[in-house]
């Protein structure tokens, strides 16, 4: 019993018995979902169905949205990077400087200032002796895309700025062969520089592309335009502005081997272009990848809490919420029982004369569904009643055909609003008057539904108390229920009761009298199964109270609070719902956008 119990609340068929686990799932149902695990495992598969292949962008423009508001972790450590690269870049300019110091050196200056502020900007919060405001700014920045953006632009124009710029101060007397003498006598400082090595102006932008390299989250397409751009401005260099300081360096050699070495430069500028943007469109879509399955991940854990809720409330539809919570709450052996005996139970049978009559003559007319429409309307409502904070102690226990059996007092505790309302007359017996209200209410219900339905029924009700046995009965459908005489006796007051009224054996007539309900004596009856030992029955009709003088009116209880069960249809309805989404993701390759806020 308690496996099939486990189950509602953990959705998991490894606890169910080999047998019943052999019936929910077949073999094609298995080889159903290990070839759709299989399918949505596939990386290839998840890039086509959700990504693009030129941009490397989502798909589904909310997907989008939610991975450029994700805030890049990496974005410091980022930057760290590209900063080393920086240093080691003005290391390489200061071994083969630019013909002209000054400039240099004031570049140097302004770049490391900058720089210097970046990372400030950008690393402030890991200092906690920081300003606040600083903080504060640190923490936007690293959550807003376009600000990360512009900063790591920042960053890598000032990479390729120093590797680039130096070449600049080659003035053109330097870069004529005839005066290249006389004008580096004049202004150059150091025997090797960028003007008599050109090339280290190549090698110089190739380590810049490693800043490209090192921002992980700086969209592919943007890295193109920036690498494009930097090899579009180093083969104008090459090509056209600086071409004489290649002439001058190949002047001893053939024009041909002038032309491979010049071409040669931007051949391998090209190239290391294509494996940065190789290696950024593999990391970006590694990333957009990784976002996915974290967020099915999360789509996943939020499902499973949804499949465990609708579990949780289908078994508090059909088991009482203590006896759901005793359940849900223990780990139980397979074989264990639950029973529980209770001493002050009051036990209510109420059926409705005439109705499988009623049913019989619909059903010769073809109208046997309209009957049944009805007998539901009309359960419907006496269960409505039951949200009543003011019947929170009675339990419905089950319905056979037309009749309805209830109970009180089966709550194991008062709740704290009964404690709180019921501590200064504590009464043992008050859930029994519960009952009494909650069949007098059940009659003007009914009589609100002949009203519209054009019908006259009337309810029987039969009430008994005393000491019942309550436990949970079935191994594929459990049912909880209840046994013992009271039970028994509560069932004869019913059958061998008059339509329109509450009758009551005279034990139950007294306790009722005591809490001011009128009583009406009928007689003694007979009652199969206990007039055989006892001899006949005393019973009574019991009617509404004689005044509220009662401790607790029942106005102060129906001030509109209800209990918000909620019902089997709405509950199949969600599974519904959530069967459906299910269905789409597998159309979908597995996958469906969990609305995160």
Known sequence: MNCILATFSNGSLAQLPNQLAAQRTGTREVNKRIR??????????????????????????????????????????????????????MAAQALVPAARLCPMLVQFGVCVCVYVLLLVVVLAEEFKQSPLVLQVLCCWVNETKSVRTLLTLTAIIINFGVASSDILWCVESEMDPNNRSSSQQQTWSWPINI?????????????????CAVFFRLHCLLKLAVLLLAISVYTYLIEVSYHTLFIRQTSENTRQ??????????LLMAMFVVAVLYNSRQLEATARLDFLWRLQARQEVEDMKELREHNECLLFNILPSHVAQHF?????????????????????????????????????????????????????????????????????????????MAA???????????????????????????LVLFALEMQETLKRINTHS??????????????????????????????????????????????????????????????????????????????????????????SRESCSSCVERSVNRGGLGLGRNTLSALVFTLVQTRKRETQREANGGFHLLEVS
């Open 257 to 266: 081997q002038y032309l491979r070495r010049k071409d040669v430069c931007v």
């Open 328 to 404: 849900l709450e223990r780990d139980r052996h397979n074989e264990d029982l639950y029973s529980q005996s209770y001493e002050r139970v009051g036990v209510m049978f109420a059926s409705i004369p005439g109705f499988t009559d009623y049913y019989e003559q619909k059903e010769l007319i073809h109208q046997d569904v309209e009957c049944l429409r009805l007998l539901n309307e009309i359960i419907a409502d006496f269960d409505e009643l039951l949200d009543d904070t003011y019947f929170q102690d009675i339990e419905k226990i089950k319905t056979i055909g037309s009749c309805y």
């Open 454 to 543: 054009g019908n006259s029924f009337q309810l029987r009700v039969g009430i008994a108390h005393g000491p019942v046995v309550a436990g949970v009965i079935g191994a594929t459908k459990p049912q909880y229920d209840i046994w013992g005489m009271t039970v028994n006796l509560a069932s004869r007051m019913d059958s061998t009761g008059v339509s329109g009224r509450i009758q009551v054996p005279e034990s139950t007539s007294h306790v009722l009298a005591e809490r001011g309900f009128v009583r009406e004596l009928r007689g003694e009856i007979y009652v199969k199964g206990v007039s055989e030992r006892q001899g006949n029955v005393k019973t009574y009709f019991v009617r």
């Open 195 to 211: 003007c008599t090595h050109p090339e280290f102006l190549v090698f110089s932008g190739v380590v810049a592309m490693v800043s």
């Open 408 to 434: 009180s007092g089966l709550s194991p505790h008062q709740t704290a609003l009964g404690f709180l309302l019921f501590k200064e007359c504590e009464d043992e017996w008050r859930h029994l008057s519960e």
């Open 36 to 89: 759709q695990a299989i399918e949505v495992r596939s990386s290839e598969r998840m890039r086509q169905e959700h990504i693009t292949t030129f941009t490397q962008e989502f798909k589904d423009t909310h997907i989008e949205g939610k991975f450029s508001q994700m805030r890049d972790e990496m974005f410091k450590s980022n930057l760290v990077c590209s900063f080393i690269i920086f240093l080691f870049l």
